[in-house]
């Protein structure tokens, strides 16, 4: 009776077992492996493609520029690459003042120093990264307000 229960609830993985499953997988393998093997790799790029769409979207950049913005910095590269544009475009524009025009300029100084201080940050142990990053997205939201009140958003 206990010999009978032991067999009923045994669920081991012995040698001939694992002999067994060897030799139906030389068997089967080669006739699987190139019905398979397509269907994997484009189940692989598909699920990359969409991985990659989900960083851009969260970078707030373009799939094609995400390789741009890579670290534990890569948000705010990223920001930091759009306050630049709209810095450059305020500079272009016919109907920006002398005042705007001039802000611009320091903004785009400034935001070079705050892309090195991301850069310099990569290395640096966890507490004090965290710190630089913080600095950095407190000066960069003071940067965005003015931008956007000059630009008139």
Known sequence: ?????????????????????????????PAVIPVVAPFAVRAAGAAREAY???QARKLGVSVDKLGLYTGRGAALHARIAGVADGCRELQKSEKASTADQEFAK?????????????RAAERMPTARRKSVHR???????????????RLGL
């Open 52 to 54: 990659d769409r989900y």
């Open 1 to 29: 009776m206990a010999r009978k229960a032991k067999v009923e609830g045994e669920a081991r993985f012995t040698p001939k077992k694992a002999k067994n499953a060897v030799a139906v997988a030389k068997v089967l393998g």
């Open 135 to 149: 600095a950095v997205a407190g000066e960069l939201e003071r940067l965005e307000g003015q931008l956007l009140h």
């Open 106 to 118: 320091d903004s785009l100084g400034t935001l070079e120093q705050l892309s090195a201080s991301v």
